[in-house]
């Protein structure tokens, strides 16, 4: 059974910081790139930041020199560390493991962030 378990979220103010968390079993996680996506209320989930199986890395231009993702492939983890973060940042945040050889994917059950004075 394949499981991804987001932590981390929370309410934090203008200009802090967070570090969200991903745990996965069932997969062998070092052959999934890694996403984290975040859906504000009445879209659809948009992706903020990935990372491949060889550690490249990729970011949304509103979260550029912002956020960071990485990955620890002993501990079946992927993270996210935002800082500097704003009200617009505010939004449920999904990770997501895929397999591009077999178009296969997985999603977490979301974390919320909440970035307010």
């Known amino acids: 059974q394949v499981q991804l378990v987001e932590s981390g979220g929370g309410l934090v103010q203008p200009g802090g910081s967070l570090r969200l968390s991903c745990a996965a079993s069932g997969i062998t996680f070092k052959m999934y790139q890694m996403d984290w996506h975040r859906q504000f209320p009445g879209e659809q989930r948009v992706l903020v930041a990935s990372?491949?199986?060889?550690?490249?890395?990729n970011y949304a231009d509103s979260v550029k020199n912002r956020f960071t993702i990485s990955r620890d492939n002993a501990k079946n983890t992927v993270y996210l560390q935002m800082n500097s973060l704003k009200p617009e940042d505010t939004a449920v945040y999904f990770c997501r493991a895929y397999l591009p050889s077999l178009v296969t994917t997985y999603w977490g059950q979301g974390t919320q962030v909440t970035v307010s004075s």
């Open positions: 990372i491949s199986s060889g550690g490249g890395t």
